[in-house]
């Protein structure tokens, strides 16, 4: 098993005396169950695992009171074994979407405070899962609000997959230093980072695939993994979405690389099918935000701080939440382009693509900025307390609305920007260069 962040945020929750039951939230496989297992048996003495996915008997355990003694009666009448030792027993409800009573439970695990309770959830809140009979079931549960503290995880993020890859944290002290200083960083490291973004592209952060790609180094292993996820997201779609929504949300999904290979890379649901209306497919857009999938990246007003305030519900781009699902669902023969130091393939599309991956899975918003007349720039973000436009581009790319943006200061409001793409570190006034993979060092806000 790979290093994951989340381990640090669970030990820090476990530390904290007054700690509430913890939920954690994610895309389906992202590694959310083994992570809190390993953390779990390494922790504490008894660990009490509860799958209601595969075990839907497991919700009778909850069908009555709720209280703690009761359940943990129920459950050590059912699973010969199960051992409650107070003060070091850590117990998982897996998938606890599926046992809306579980989750009302966690109010009075909290008030009772003997055991630990960690929980799982792949599709909380998504629109249309539950079944009629799951719905009333919903109706009649309650959300344990502030007796809980829920958490996002997602798959791998570049980082990880750098400390899968064996780079050290001199390494990281290094780049960091090399960003800070602006200055360029030595042809070993900046080769060998080159090489594990490219690689990291295809692979992504799905911890299945990260994990076969690292043991028999196979692409077309890999590639095998990223479609069965991406088929198993599909079969949920259908599986949990209300019946009138089940093909409009595939419909939807499929559209995504058609999407962003346009020149003009914002969402048009005319792409989805001819004619059609924003009104019959906004629904299934968020489904598939809601279950994790993808993300939004909206179009800005004005180049002007706060982001959120000046930002388009209406106007949006879509991308892929992990880079590696996403080029799965490209032609064949992507994977070994992309390999070979070309990512210009549909119109910017791999670029972008990336760029929204490695800033979504640190938890930032995505934006952009577009009015009619030329001006693009591919993200915004907020950088060291300033409006920054971030611009992913090959190496012979002229960034010209970057320079535009920066020599009209005083109509954008913009005192600098970042150009990421086939460079080292570098800088021509307020334009910042750096190369791709070092994006994931822009934490400062």
């Known amino acids: 098993m790979y290093r994951r962040k989340i381990e640090q945020l669970l030990a820090t929750w476990k530390a904290n005396r007054n700690h509430k039951p913890l939920v954690i939230k994610g895309v389906r496989q992202c590694g959310k ?3 809190v297992k390993a953390f779990a048996n390494a922790n504490y003495k008894s660990v009490v695992y509860l799958d209601f996915h595969e075990h839907k008997e497991y919700k009778s355990f909850f069908a009555g009171a709720l209280d703690v003694n009761t359940i943990t009666m129920n459950i050590s009448a059912a699973i010969i074994g199960t051992e409650f030792v107070e003060g070091d027993t850590c117990i998982i409800f897996d998938e606890i979407q599926n046992c809306p009573n579980a ?124 479609r069965g996820i991406v088929d198993t997201y599909k079969s949920d779609m259908i599986k949990y979405a209300l019946p009138a929504d089940k093909s409009r949300i595939r419909e939807c999904f499929e559209s995504i690389p058609a999407q962003l290979a346009r020149e003009n890379k914002k969402f048009t649901y005319s792409v989805i099918k001819k004619g059609t209306r924003a009104s019959n497919y906004e629904g299934s857009l968020q489904w598939i935000e809601d279950a994790g999938i993808i993300r939004r990246c909206h179009n800005l007003q004005i180049t002007e701080l706060p982001l959120d305030g000046n930002s388009m519900p209406d106007s949006f781009k879509v991308y892929m939440a992990d880079t590696g699902l996403f080029v799965s ?56 307390g ?24 005083e109509k954008y409001h913009v005192k600098n920007a970042i150009k990421a793409g086939d460079y080292n570190i570098g800088r021509v006034n307020g334009m910042l260069t750096i190369p791709l993979y070092l994006t994931f060092l822009l934490t400062d806000v």
């Open 103 to 226: 989750r009302s439970s966690l109010k009075f695990f909290k008030l009772d405070g003997r055991y630990d309770v960690i929980c799982t959830g792949s599709l909380l809140g998504v629109n249309g899962y539950r079944t009629k009979e799951e719905q009333q079931e919903d109706a009649q549960a309650s959300i344990p609000v502030g007796f809980e503290q829920i958490v996002n995880m997602y798959p791998m993020d570049f980082e990880e997959w750098l400390w899968a890859n064996g780079i050290q944290s001199m390494h990281f002290d290094y780049l960091k230093q090399c960003l800070e200083r602006e200055e360029p960083i030595n042809d070993a490291i900046h080769n060998r980072m080159r090489e594990l973004l490219l690689r990291y592209v295809i692979v992504g952060g799905m911890p299945e695939a990260v994990s076969v790609f690292l043991e028999t180094n196979n692409m077309g292993n890999v590639l095998d993994v990223q």
């Open 329 to 384: 669902m490209l032609e064949e023969g992507t994977g070994w382009s992309i390999l070979q130091g070309n990512l210009h393939g549909y119109k910017g599309a791999i670029y972008e693509n990336l760029i929204a991956d490695i800033l979504g899975k640190m938890g930032r918003k995505l934006y952009y900025y577009h009015k009619e007349g030329g001006i693009e720039l591919d993200f915004v973000m907020r950088y060291k």
């Open 33 to 35: 169950t083994s992570s």
């Open 386 to 409: 300033e409006c920054v436009p971030l611009e992913c581009k090959a190496r012979t790319g002229n960034a010209k609305s970057l320079k535009t943006v920066l020599n009209h200061p």
